[in-house]
């Protein structure tokens, strides 16, 4: 089993080629820059993305109402709100010793503003920070975890990724797109391991 480093920070969105430091010295990163050839990932944590409901051609992902049963409630629960109210996005929350939760949904309003019903999606990603996995949690459905290396991801998922600008607290953030459209980000810190995982599902 891997182990891993400390915490992280949002993703930056330029793709570039990057250094990346392990231990005291710097390694310049491969820039692979291309699809990743690998079966896409859709498991986090045990939690599979996907924002639509089961019934659509579209893959499905883990319903709120099951990761509240796998987990129990969530620590905190935030919304972020779109301009005009309609909706906006959710961001539950739960917290273990060393390990950190976040599961996002997308949420919108249908009826009159007297009588108005709220939507849910299922999960639109997954965020996992922490200092090595605990089981399941931390852990992908292919078997990459919190605290793994860039040769361990390469051997399950393949060389085809981008190396991103490194963020302020000097983790190294590598990301992994799938023709579908998932998404997977690694974020490796000083020390050469990965620190934080987000799964993304695709959204059309």
């Known amino acids: 089993m891997c182990t891993m480093m400390r915490r992280l920070s ?3 969105l330029v793709v570039a080629t990057v250094l990346m430091l392990a231990g005291s010295s710097a390694a310049v990163l491969d820039d692979k820059n291309q699809i990743a050839t ?7 944590s045990g939690i599979e993305v996907g924002i639509r409901p089961k019934g659509t051609h579209l893959p499905n992902g883990t319903s709120i109402s099951k990761i509240m049963r ?13 301009p005009d109210g309609a909706g906006g996005t959710r961001f539950y929350k739960w917290e273990w ?3 950190r939760m976040s599961v996002a949904t997308y949420f919108f309003y249908r009826g009159t503003p007297e009588k108005k019903t709220m939507k849910e999606s299922h999960p639109a990603y997954v965020d996992m920070w922490g200092d090595a996995p605990r089981g399941a949690i931390g852990t992908t459905g292919r078997g990459f975890a919190l ?6 991801q390469k051997a399950i998922y393949g060389d085809h990724y981008s190396a991103q600008y490194p963020e302020q607290d000097g983790s190294t953030p590598i990301l992994m797109e799938w023709e579908d459209g998932t998404t997977m980000t690694v974020y490796y810190g000083k020390n050469g391991r990965s620190n934080h995982i987000r799964l993304t599902s695709r959204e059309r």
């Open 38 to 44: 690998s079966k896409p990932e859709r498991s986090l």
């Open 10 to 12: 949002p993703i930056a």
């Open 147 to 152: 605290g793994c290396t860039l040769d361990q």
């Open 70 to 82: 796998m987990y129990g409630p969530a620590a905190s629960r935030e919304d972020a709100v779109v």
């Open 97 to 99: 010793p060393g390990l």
